[in-house]
């Protein structure tokens, strides 16, 4: 079987844990392929380096709009969130894929089952893939932001800024905010977080190998929480079999990526 080229878009892109991730699945499966990390600052040069170099690629900030934009064709729920984070390779053609968002609601699935609604923290890429995957489940979703800028991108959902929010129940509170990667920021105001935990069943960040400001008030609430490495893990998973023309059992490719978290 001949050698097949795969690699992750971003900028930056050093941190990146998907080559390891894939590294591990591609050996576990006894596969000829490698996985290399491609630092891209021109967005535009996306596809041509894509078309004359890979078989498949993972796109990680900031140049998902870019890779839903370039595609020659765009499939499944990536077409609704309109960002791409999966590429692969069919004939002259590249196609996109979303899988963050069907990667979180494995992850949510795994832990939490029975939600039914939920409160999503942030108005960005993150949210707003979660936000479609939910909807098309069925789940009542309502989306909380700092600000109303970013929030004019999620008009067709339910939406808040801080200023108009008031506190309810919701089965599972969702972090996509990037408050706390960094420092010791919540997510949101503690007037509105403290009654927010105190009326919520679970709470899930999207920050993952982390325990944030968020995971930290999650759990002095009593809380069951899990952070986004499950998100990032079944993602990579999902890519991998997109790939691979789906012939793995995600099971497998699941055990084996999960040796990068070790
Ligand atoms: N686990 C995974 O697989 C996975 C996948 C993708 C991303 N992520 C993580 O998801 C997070 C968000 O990524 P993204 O690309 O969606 O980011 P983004 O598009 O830049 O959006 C950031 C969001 O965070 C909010 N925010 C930033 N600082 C804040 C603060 N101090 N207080 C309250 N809100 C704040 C912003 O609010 P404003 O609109 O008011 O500025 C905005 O809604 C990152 O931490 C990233 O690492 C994880």
């Known amino acids: 079987m001949p050698t097949k080229h795969f690699t992750i878009f971003g900028d930056p892109v050093e941190h990146s844990l998907s080559p390891t991730m894939h590294g591990y699945a591609i050996e576990g499966l006894g596969l000829q392929a490698d996985y290399t990390k491609t630092h891209l600052t021109e967005a535009c040069q996306m596809r041509a380096q894509f078309m004359a170099h890979f078989d498949g690629a993972n796109v990680t ?51 939490f089952p029975d939600v039914k609604s939920a409160l999503i923290l ?36 339910e939406c808040y800024t801080w200023e108009n929010f008031t506190p309810k129940a919701y089965d599972i509170i969702i972090n996509t905010t990037s408050a706390g990667l960094e420092d010791a920021t919540p997510p949101a105001p503690l007037e509105i977080l403290n009654p927010l935990l105190d009326q919520t069943r679970y709470a899930h960040d999207v920050i993952y190998n982390r325990q944030t400001p968020f995971l930290k008030l999650a759990k002095t609430h009593d809380l069951p929480a899990k952070d986004g490495a499950d998100m990032l893990l079944f993602q990579g998973v999902l890519a991998f079999n997109l790939f691979y023309q789906n012939r793995f059992d995600p099971a497998e490719i699941e055990r084996y990526m999960r040796k990068a978290f070790d």
Not at 93 to 98: K, L, Q, R, V
Not at 129 to 154: F, M
């Open 61 to 111: 900030v900031p140049h998902k709009e870019a890779a839903y934009a370039q595609a020659d064709e765009v499939r499944g729920i990536a077409q609704e969130i309109k960002a791409v984070n999966t590429l692969i390779k069919e004939g002259e053609n590249m196609i996109g894929y979303n899988t963050d968002a069907e990667g979180f609601w494995l992850s949510m699935q795994r832990d």
């Open 122 to 157: 942030g108005a960005g890429g993150t949210a707003k893939a979660i936000a479609h995957i939910l909807t098309q489940k069925g789940i009542d979703l309502t989306i909380l932001n700092r600000s109303a800028q970013r929030l004019e991108q999620l008009k067709a959902f």
